[in-house]
Each structure stands twice: as C-alpha cells, then as structure tokens.
C-alpha cells in the first residue's frame, strides 16, 4: 500500500486531502498537533475503514518534527507523496507585525516544509520514486495588504520548490506547488475575500499530482483562481 504523509490534515484542504488520497488507496501518516478538529478528522477516517495514524508534532518545533519523521521513516516507510500543507496567517500592518507573529508563520508556511522535504528525501531518492507537493498560496504571487508574513513565507515556498526541482532532475521524482486562491476555509475568514473554491477542489488538484500527472511537471506551478 502507498503511503501518504500529509501535514495540516485535521480540517481545511489537508483533511480533504488525506480523505481523497485515502479514497485512491493510500495509507497515511499525519503529523498534528492534537485538537478537537484532529480528533473529529480521525473518527471519520476510522468510520471510512482508512488505514492511517497521526502523529503528535509541533511543525515549528525543528527537533520535534525531524523526531517524527525519523519515526514515520521506521513505523511506516518512506512517503510516495508528502504534501506540505500546514499554514497559518496572522493578518497585521507591516507597522504592527511583530517579530513573534512573523517568525510563527516563516516556521509553519516555509521552514517546516523544508525541514520535513529535507528529512524524508534521501530514503524517497534511495528509492527512485516519489512526489513533493507543495500547497502555497495565489498569495505567493500576489500582493494583499496586512499579510505580508504570510505572502513571503509562501513566496519563499516557490523558490524552495523550484530549487528542489532542478535537485530531482532526473531521479525520479518530482515536486510541484499548487496555488489556491480564495479558498472556503477558516483561515478564510477575515480577510474580506469571498470564497471561490472549496477545499475538495484544491484536494481534487492535489491528488491528480499526487499520482497521475507525469513527472514532467516536475517544477510546476499551479495556479488556481477559482469561480
């Protein structure tokens, strides 16, 4: 059974994620921290009969989460997708963003990726096979008043992707980021954008890199605007 390492999976576009990887036969793994939303993802994977476990982690924590992969490395194997998708915003002037709220969303948004990338790579490449998927933001390409932590953690997240890319070349693997737009999440809210897509369409995009695009979209980026 392939396996699936998904963060950010207890709601929003990764919990749709982990529901449509599981739906094509996937086992996951899902490193979270434990909440109510995490506890109500994982009673209904268990209805649904899906193999899977998640996995007490503190993306921002590098310890903890190099920890956690070296135990999903040992417990499960080496992942034939990750998908990075664990995010945070905290909306505030360039004036009023504090040094705290900053640091917090470059861990989550773009140092956690690279850490998790970096700890599951050698055992994917050893291998020969598999897939990085990265999912940023339309933010990665826009700019949006009072979010600028969050559009340079996820514009960081391209360039970290498109490095990866030239790394893989050749090795049979890929990596690619998908951009949504407006999505009707929570992370939503406040941000006076309507909704213009929902997160089973981003998981929907996400699965069809995850196991049926060829790996010549290795490096792509995929922008999704929405409706």
Aim: with cysteine; charged share 20%; hydrophobic share 45%.
């Amino acid at each position: 059974m392939s396996l699936a390492v998904v963060t950010g999976g207890s709601r929003g576009i990764g919990r749709a994620t982990a529901f449509a990887l599981a739906a094509r036969g996937f086992s996951l793994a899902l490193p979270a921290r434990p909440s109510a939303a995490r506890t109500e993802t994982e009673e209904e994977l268990r209805r649904r009969g899906v193999k899977h476990r998640f996995f007490d982690c503190d993306l921002t924590e590098g310890a903890e989460l190099t920890r956690t992969a070296e135990l999903i490395l040992a417990e499960c194997g080496a992942p034939d997708v990750l998908v990075n998708n664990a995010g945070i915003i905290e909306r505030a002037s360039v004036a009023e963003c504090t040094d705290a709220s900053w640091e917090r969303q470059l861990a989550l948004n773009l140092t956690a990726p690279f850490r998790l990338t970096r700890s599951f790579l050698p055992a994917m490449l050893e291998r020969r096979r598999g897939r990085i998927l990265h999912v940023a933001s339309i933010s990665a390409v826009l700019g949006t008043a009072r979010q600028a932590a969050y559009h340079a953690s996820k514009w960081g997240l391209l360039g970290f992707m498109k490095c990866l890319a030239e790394e893989l070349s050749d090795t049979g693997l890929m990596t690619c980021a998908i951009l949504p737009g407006s999505v009707e999440t929570d992370m939503l809210a406040g941000s006076g954008f309507p909704a213009r897509m929902t997160p089973d369409e981003v998981a929907r995009t996400l699965c069809f890199y995850a196991t049926e695009a060829p790996l010549a979209h290795n490096g792509a980026i995929v922008e999704m605007f929405g409706t």
